[in-house]
């Protein structure tokens, strides 16, 4: 048994955040990728992730961008160190 949880992001509503599904996506792919969750169809790379766009949402529910940032240049240190 491991003690790995998903990340899990604050919402926004009235500001400027992510598209929810779009980062969830992408996150569980990353994860698989990393080996923590179902290994994905196409393994992610660090550079994938740089190049990482999410649609933007105002006025309805979306993720917090400085935490998806944030998880983002975590995961790039990660992947980056990997594949090194």
Do not use: H
């Not at 996506?25 to 550079?47: K, Q, S």
């Amino acid at each position: 048994m491991t003690d790995w949880q998903p990340l899990r992001f604050s919402t926004t509503r009235l500001r400027a955040g992510y598209e929810i599904a779009e980062v969830n996506e992408f996150v569980a792919r990353i994860e698989g990728t990393l080996g923590r969750g179902m290994p994905p169809d196409r393994p992610v790379t660090a550079g994938d992730i740089e190049k990482a766009r999410f649609t933007a949402t105002r006025f309805r529910a979306g993720y917090d961008e400085k935490e998806v940032n944030a998880a983002m240049r975590k995961y790039l240190q990660e992947l980056a160190y990997r594949q090194a």
